[in-house]
């Protein structure tokens, strides 16, 4: 399909409200006055005319044509006017009405955030994201409770404090739909040994770069990958060398994602709790063993629920599971089953992502054209009616490009139970530093408006291979706040 500009240069703007009428869809960018005279093209001028712009689009999509006009003043609005005439001419034309409007590059929450600072009542934030964004009642309310429940967590937040994130690459087998940077434990079994005393000397490298630094640790996290691939005793010696490098005695949580239920042992989780660890995620996806199957998600439902019943046993009060809408070959009815079944253990966080375009392709490769009767937005939409009735509030929420429907991934939690570390990461509010393979540490300074990632290698192996040279570029830290006031 032709994406054509005559007087401006929308392109990543417009290519994204494109998409969300037609996903997965390469555009062939054209520059020019003229209308394509036939084929599927989507054509955008701007045309100065004195103190004001006149703004077109037009539209031809299997055959049929819509266009759309308005005027602007301010060069600023342009592309959130074009924006609105595209999605509305897309709209007509498409039948199809994408909840959350032209909302693609910013995050909901952000400008529900910026409309509060302005002191705009609820009504009155309504209004702005309908007349802004066209954005629906029902998506702009989950934007509001989040920005709400975001509230307390972020006040909560000290000026020089950081996460420490940990990753473990590591999964006992590779799930079909994965796009983390995560390796089978049979593929890389002899890097662990190396890789975690590598981890260990970061750890203590770093713990002395933020003592220097006079930062203070907040939240840990252990990522991946999946944390509990490795051994009580490995997890063991991780969380002390920790214990023994940084100071402790502010720390508010302290994360490990199980992951997958098949890693979890009551040794595993009575080690991690031991060692200091208040919050564990166990990820059941789905509570269909057909649907676990076919997504190449070795474990089944019987090991998600033991796996649960131990961590309780072992004394773990904040537990969060994973879940994903549109799965293939999930339906409505078993995802109503896996949401039902969640509230009813009891589960503090309930995390409920959508899946996004690029997976489920892979994931349908020989039945591509089925994505789009998926049907994630019913599925999202029980979700958020049973969460939301059974006391659940929303207290993160993003999304990706390329989600099934336009959708979202949305962290619910039980009132107090909200994870600090998810809400300081998704609003950029909180420097994270990262260990390990895969790790991006994202420096923030809020006050200055400064935000600079420093990566790590990707794989265990470059990790290994190139420690030293790694450990040279987290000078960049010190770096970073030398210039923060
Ligand atoms: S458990 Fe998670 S990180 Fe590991 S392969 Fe599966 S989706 Fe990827």
Same mark, same amino acid.
């Given at each position: ?135 629906? *009642? =029902?998506?702009?309310?989950? @934007? ?6 975001? +509230?307390?967590? #972020?006040?909560?937040? !000290?000026? /020089? ?90 720390? *508010? =949580?302290?994360?490990?994602? @199980? ?6 042992? +009551?040794?595993? #989780?009575?080690?991690? !709790?031991? /060692? ?90 020989? *039945? =591509? ?117």
């Amino acid at each position: 399909m032709k994406l054509c500009f005559s007087g401006n240069d929308y392109k990543y703007e417009l290519e994204g409200v494109m998409k969300l009428f037609i996903p997965a869809t390469l555009f062939d960018i054209v520059y020019g006055d003229e209308i394509p005279k036939d084929g599927d093209f989507a054509f955008v001028r701007v045309r100065q005319l004195g103190h004001h712009a006149l703004l077109y689009v037009l539209c031809s999509y299997n055959g049929r044509r819509a266009h759309k006009v308005c005027t602007a003043q301010k060069q600023d609005d342009y592309e959130l006017c074009l924006s609105r005439l595209l999605f509305k001419a897309m709209s007509s034309l498409t039948g199809n009405t994408p909840k959350w409007g032209v909302i693609t590059g910013i995050r909901p929450v952000k400008q529900v955030n910026r409309y509060l600072s302005r002191n705009m009542n609820e009504s009155e934030i309504f209004d702005a994201m309908r007349r802004d964004y066209l954005c629906s *009642r =029902e998506k702009c309310d989950i @934007a509001l409770k989040t920005a709400y429940a975001q +509230k307390a967590v #972020l006040d909560g937040l !000290k000026d /020089n404090s950081f996460s420490l994130y940990v990753s473990i690459p590591f999964c006992p087998t590779r799930c079909s739909y994965c796009s983390f940077v995560s390796q089978s434990v049979e593929q890389c079994l002899g890097q662990i040994p190396e890789y975690l005393d590598n981890l260990c000397k970061e750890m203590e490298y770093t713990a002395k770069l933020v003592s220097r630094l006079g930062l203070v640790l907040d939240t840990v996290y252990f990522g991946g990958g999946t944390p509990t691939t490795l051994e009580a005793d490995q997890l063991e010696r991780l969380m002390k060398t920790i214990a023994n490098s940084f100071d402790l005695s502010q720390l *508010r =949580e302290y994360t490990v994602e @199980a992951g997958r239920p098949d890693t979890i042992t +009551k040794q595993k #989780l009575e080690a991690i !709790k031991r /060692n200091g660890c208040t919050r564990v995620s166990i990820n059941p996806q789905t509570l269909s063993d057909s649907v676990l199957e076919k997504i190449g998600r070795k474990h089944t439902t019987e090991q998600f629920f033991k796996a649960y019943e131990l961590a309780r046993e072992v004394g773990f009060d904040s537990i969060n599971t994973d879940i994903i809408a549109g799965l293939p070959s999930d339906t409505p009815e078993s995802f109503a089953y896996t949401v039902d079944k969640l509230i009813q253990l009891g589960a503090e966080n309930i995390t409920v992502h959508t899946l996004s375009i690029k997976r489920a392709a892979r994931l349908n490769r020989d *039945r =591509e054209e089925g994505l789009l009767e998926n049907p994630a937005d019913k599925m999202v939409g029980y979700a958020t009616k049973r969460l939301l009735e059974s006391g659940y509030v929303p207290y993160y929420l993003y999304r990706q490009k390329n989600m099934l429907e336009n959708l979202e991934n949305i962290g619910w939690s039980k009132p107090g139970k909200e994870s600090l570390y998810n809400v300081y990461i998704m609003e950029e509010v909180q420097t994270i530093l990262a260990v390990g393979a895969g790790g991006s540490t994202k420096l923030v300074d809020t006050k200055n408006k400064r935000l600079e990632r420093v990566f790590n290698y990707k794989f265990p192996l470059e990790y290994n291979r190139h420690f030293e040279l790694m450990l040279e570029k987290k000078k960049e830290t010190e770096d970073f706040y030398a210039h923060k006031e």
